[in-house]
């Protein structure tokens, strides 16, 4: 009888490993730790191309007769092992603030910003993980010593990408929409952003122009946001088969 349980848990704990190995493969999220916050990840796959992203949208959903958009308080989540973790919570307060108002400029001339329910209303859920301060200390080290810059050039050149350091920040998105009546889940995102100080493929001014930007703790993160904003907006406008406007 214990060489018979003893068995019988060898197989359930294999069946167990086989399962979680399934379920991890079928995320294909790489390194990233999903923070259980949007209502599905069963549905997101790879953008494919260079980007890293994950996307869904269910082609089911007739997105044309969402005419506006709600959106949650953005939530926030600062990544657990960061070597810097120091924020102060006002700063988390303008930073959700800022993307808020990014989504509402990039959006509500097409698509007005309610408060309520309908069934012409689009609701946006939206979290910022694995949130990573820039180090404005050590950004100021580095701008002020040139010759660290050689190792960072070094870093991007070799595979044709901009410099970057350990201090310039770092996010990841997760967001999705969903029909506001019913919850269903209209479509889903995740990606991650890593700040970049300057880009060498651009030239020297204009690399220098960035890399001074590393004075403010949160420049990088905003400019994700920005991104971020824009991207729902052609989004949306994919779906209602308007041309995205061009910059």
Request: avoid cysteine.
């Amino acid at each position: 009888m214990r060489v018979l349980h003893t068995f019988t848990m060898l197989f359930l704990m294999l069946a167990m490993g086989v399962v979680t190995a399934a379920e991890d493969s079928d995320g294909q999220f790489k390194d990233y730790q999903p923070k259980d916050f949007l209502s599905d990840y069963s549905k997101l796959s790879p953008e494919g191309g260079e980007s890293e992203a994950y996307l869904f949208r269910d082609k089911t959903v007739d997105v044309t007769r969402y005419k506006k958009v709600l959106i949650d308080r953005i939530k926030i989540f600062l990544k657990e092992d960061a070597e810097y973790k120091g924020i102060d919570p006002a700063e988390l307060k303008e930073l959700v603030d800022y993307f808020h108002d990014a989504i509402v400029k990039a959006v509500s001339d097409g698509y007005p910003v309610v408060r309520e329910t309908g069934p012409d209303v689009l609701h946006l859920r939206i979290a910022v993980t694995d949130l990573v301060p820039n180090k404005p200390s050590a950004s100021v080290v580095s701008l002020v010593v040139p010759f660290l810059w050689v190792g960072e050039a070094a870093a991007g050149a070799a595979e044709g990408k901009s410099g970057s350091t350990p201090f310039v920040g770092e996010a990841t998105v997760e967001m999705e929409a969903l029909d506001s009546v019913s919850s269903q889940q209209v479509a889903a995102y995740i990606e991650t952003r890593i700040g970049k100080k300057y880009d060498w493929g651009k030239g020297v001014s204009k690399g220098m122009s960035a890399y001074t930007k590393a004075y403010s703790t949160w420049a990088y993160t905003k400019q994700s946001f920005d991104r971020w904003a824009k991207f729902i907006r052609e989004r949306l406008d994919r779906a209602h088969g308007i041309e995205p406007k061009k910059d």
